[in-house]
């Protein structure tokens, strides 16, 4: 199991920058992929970005080349995965989660609200 913590949201104006951080502590070593999703009010909450343990990207559609997730090397059973964002809009409005899965586990923090104003 591994346990996630978010940080870094806050609120911005549209067009600026923000960067979210997700500390993550436990079986690190097991970790297949991890990620970022997002659910805005009323809306399914949603893939934003994956990278897996081999460095491979996914991104949705609608934050491709304004988002980009990366990570730092473990240390001490501990990592940080890391979702820079810019060129906000208000439509990415919503809170974010961290996730992370193994081959027994999918792991979520408990959220972070970012909120872009026009």
């Known amino acids: 199991q591994v346990q996630l913590v978010e940080s870094g949201g806050g609120l911005v104006q549209a067009g600026e920058s923000l960067r979210l951080s997700c500390a993550i502590s436990g079986s690190i070593n097991s970790i297949n992929t991890e990620g970022w999703y997002r659910q805005a009010p009323g809306k399914r909450r949603e893939l934003v970005a994956t990278?897996?343990?081999?460095?491979?990207?996914?991104?949705?559609d609608s934050v491709k080349g304004r988002f980009t997730i990366s990570r730092d090397n473990a240390r001490n059973a501990r990592k940080t995965v890391y979702l820079q964002m810019n060129s906000l809009k208000p439509e990415d409005t919503a809170v974010y989660y961290c996730?992370?899965?193994?081959?027994?586990?999918?792991?979520w923090g408990q959220g972070i609200q970012v909120t872009v104003s026009s």
């Open positions: 990278i897996t343990s081999g460095g491979s990207t996914l991104y949705a």
């Open positions: 996730t992370a899965d193994g081959p027994t586990f999918d792991s």
